[in-house]
């Protein structure tokens, strides 16, 4: 019977040792999280949870501790705890901003970027940053569809409009739409006039273009040529004339093109190259 009643005695007094020992351990967490030292936080904090005994915490520890953990580079502990705070719905939206930033540590794209429209979802604030941080997620993880659709709505809310744009069509081109790349482009030359990426990715299309241009009117020119040195054809033959009009059309359209790839970017050399070649035919 003595035996029994000491064995009570010894496991309450372990149990309420441990309950102390958590309590203190709180308590040094939190002047470690205090003076940032995070992995000492983080280690008190998940030692102290690990023997909480009877000690009552606020809740809204388990967002204490996430933070610790994620600015400690424990990015497991941190989705860890931050799911706890979650679940007790304490800084639900600051908890989920917090899960993509480690899914995004760890390359977790997908995850990242749900975790981000969690964080939309239950913004009791701006969300804009949101928008957009969730979008280059999108980016780096291939998510294409989705990277579009929120590039998209960053431009809508006005944050970092012109670099979402130029993400869009960015991802546009990777998919091969090239006309709604080049659209996407033409939306952002207009609505962010001088960007120092978008203007120069359009002048380059349009130099494309203009090439293109130029080449056929050379082709025609060259044509026609050859049948004169080919003595079919005199340079003053009504036909010869008609094929030296032909090429002029495409001449004119590529200095058109061309024209407005200078104004987009005056540094693009091929430009002027073209243009220059093209009047000199004209």
Do not use: W
């Not at 309420?16 to 967490?29: I, M, P, T, Y």
């Not at 205090?34 to 909480?52: G, Q, V």
């Not at 960053?154 to 012109?162: F, H, L, M, Q």
């Amino acid at each position: 019977m003595k035996r029994a009643v000491l064995l009570i005695v010894a496991i309450s007094f372990t149990v309420f040792s441990f309950a102390q020992d958590a309590a203190e351990k709180l308590n040094q967490a939190q002047e470690a999280l205090k003076a940032k030292d995070y992995a000492k936080a983080f280690s008190l904090y998940d030692d102290a949870m690990s023997n909480i005994g009877d000690v009552q915490v606020d809740a809204s520890i388990n967002y204490n501790i996430g933070f610790a953990a994620y600015k400690a580079g424990n990015l497991e502990g941190a989705v860890k705890y931050f799911d706890k705070a979650i679940a007790t719905g304490t800084n639900v939206s600051k908890c989920h901003e917090y899960k993509a930033l480690a899914y995004n540590a760890k390359k977790d794209y997908k995850n990242a970027v749900a975790s981000f429209e969690l964080a939309i979802a239950t913004s009791e604030e701006g969300s804009d940053a949101l928008v957009f941080n969730a979008a280059i997620a999108a980016y780096r993880g291939k998510m294409n569809d989705k990277a579009v659709e929120l590039f998209g709505k960053s431009v809508e809310n006005g944050y970092k409009g012109a670099t979402a744009q130029y993400y869009k069509a960015a991802v546009l081109k990777k998919q091969k739409k090239n006309e709604e790349y080049k659209a996407a482009l033409e939306f952002g030359a207009e609505k962010f006039p001088g960007d120092k990426k978008i203007s120069p990715a359009l002048a380059k299309i349009y130099v494309s273009e203009g090439n293109v241009l130029y080449k056929a009117g050379a082709a025609i020119l060259t044509a026609a040529n050859e049948k004169v040195n080919a003595g079919s054809l005199k340079t003053d033959d009504a036909a010869y004339t008609a094929e030296v009009d032909k090429a002029k059309v495409e001449f004119k359209a590529a200095v058109e093109i061309l024209e407005k790839a200078k104004a987009l970017d005056s540094t693009n050399a091929n430009a002027q190259k073209l243009i220059d070649a093209c009047k000199a035919v004209l």
